[in-house]
């Protein structure tokens, strides 16, 4: 062989050694904690949203059909139309939707509420999905002419924490799929309670006689429920 080719396969060997040992040194700094993976999608989404900290309390007013998830701060969508107002008062996040909103545009936006913050929803309807962490959250929701719905899917569980509901003025709250509560007290005036294939540790029900409560026969059997004259 001759010396130019000698020298043309070490080179090519060397630089072959010299990445491996890139590599080898990244994936080692890797595994230490020294570097993460780079979601791009996680990048994305963070740019897409307004961060509110400190959020205790959320108002939603008049808003059709708009999904919740639970998370470590409140935040929402940035949007390119004017369907939902956002308006921060002290610890209040306050939203409201337009007089014009459509529909199916407001149906797909996403409200990122802290675990443990209080709801006052109006004239609303939210549907509340899984989200991590919240098998610790401890949310307090009060309804008013509004409707609330769990949405646990069939596979994997969706775990919450403690939860309590004041729901008056015709509203409904609903638990579907494999929806597991810790602990859930419910307060109904002229409102609706259903709970269907999911489970919880304890159930306690503060109802009227214009109230209405469907439950399976176990989640009876275990429910402590109170009856008072309607107010």
Partial sequence: MKKSNILLVAGFLAMVVFISAIHISLYAKYKAGD???????????????????????????????????????????????DDLQYSRRGDTLVISASEDVDRDRISGRVLYVPYNATLDVSNSSLSIVPAKGTANSKPVIY????????????????????????????SSVAFHGNT??????????????????????QLSITTDSLSHISLLSKHLLKAAIKTIAPQ
Avoid at 145 to 167: C, D, E, H, N
Avoid at 187 to 199: H, K, P, T, V, W
């Fill in 180 to 201: 597991q509560v810790a602990s859930l007290d419910v307060q109904l005036s002229r409102s609706s309670l259903e709970y269907a294939d999911g489970d919880f540790g």
């Fill in 143 to 170: 309804l008013k002419k509004s409707v609330v719905w769990f949405a646990g899917g069939t596979k994997s569980p969706f775990q919450l924490g403690q939860v309590k509901v004041i729901a008056t003025d015709s």
């Fill in 35 to 81: 570097y993460t993976i780079y979601h791009a999608d996680e990048d994305l989404l963070a740019d897409a949203l307004q961060t509110f900290p400190n959020i205790a309390f959320v108002s939603v007013r008049n808003v059709p059909n708009a999904t919740v998830k639970f998370s470590d701060v409140a935040q929402v969508e940035k949007l390119d139309k």
